[in-house]
């Protein structure tokens, strides 16, 4: 079966601090893995995603994040954090292969960047 | 529109009553996708249509819930003898096209309480 986990419930980093949050995740075959940020009543907002090619992927607002088969994991990273990065973020999988277009989400994780 | 729209952004309903939660997708996407999120909870799928067909409907919960896409554009979910445990926010996505890595982009979300 698939699922996500994201070990934290809370990230607390300070503003111009690198930040990361976790994502390890268990699906059968290959994984397509996405990133997303919910702000305070507003939807659900795409970041990034790994489908395939270059472990590393750029995404949005200057998020980053590492594909790692061996660790099962597709941590969400930024150099420099950003008050405004305050927020809930959420990963999913999906199997990139067969017909089931499900994405499965993990609990999510609130990040707060202090000034 | 620009993005995908939601209507009602509130609705506020009595135990036993009958709901219906309409989603206005991307122009041209021909994937929606129904989630369903608690407080505290990451998004749970419900079901998704590629153009007018539901592709997959084994995330909703019970038969008091149905959708119909009936054009393939405009969906709506119906609730039928709405229940307290019903109240959460239910999110729409839409996608270009299902049979690919097709980046799922969300509605505002629409917040049902069920009194």
């Known amino acids: 079966a698939q699922s996500v986990a994201q070990p934290e419930d809370q990230v607390n980093v300070a503003e111009g601090n690198p930040l990361t949050v976790k994502c390890t995740y268990s699906?059968?075959?290959?994984?397509?893995l996405f990133w997303y940020v919910q702000y305070p009543n507003r939807g659900l907002q795409f970041l990034l995603k790994?489908?395939?090619?270059d472990n590393l992927v750029k995404g949005s607002y200057g998020f980053e994040a590492e594909f790692n088969k061996s660790q099962t994991s597709f941590h969400l990273k930024k150099p420099s954090a950003l008050v405004s990065d305050s927020a809930l973020y959420f990963c999913?999988?999906?199997?990139?292969?067969?017909?089931?277009?499900?994405?499965?989400w993990g609990l999510g994780t609130s990040l707060a960047v202090n000034p | 529109g620009a993005g995908v729209s939601q209507t009602p952004s509130n609705k506020v309903t009595e135990k036993g009553k009958y709901v219906e939660l309409r989603c206005d997708p991307i122009?041209?996407?021909?994937?929606l996708y129904w989630y369903r999120q608690s407080l505290g909870q990451g998004p749970e799928f419900l079901i998704y249509?590629?153009?007018?067909?539901?592709?997959?409907d084994s995330g909703l919960p019970n038969d008091r819930f149905f959708a119909v896409r009936p054009e393939g554009s405009v969906s709506t979910l119906k609730i039928q003898r709405t229940e307290r445990g019903d109240s959460a926010m239910y999110l729409c996505?839409?996608?270009?096209?299902?049979?690919?890595?097709?980046?799922?982009?969300f509605g505002p979300g629409t917040r049902l309480l069920v009194l």
């Open positions: 790994y489908i395939t090619g």
């Open positions: 249509f590629q153009g007018t067909g539901a592709a997959d």
């Open positions: 122009s041209g996407h021909t994937a």
């Open positions: 996505a839409s996608s270009l096209r299902a049979g690919e890595e097709g980046t799922q982009y």
């Open positions: 999913a999988v999906r199997r990139g292969a067969g017909n089931n277009r499900k994405l499965i």
């Open positions: 699906v059968s075959g290959n994984p397509y």
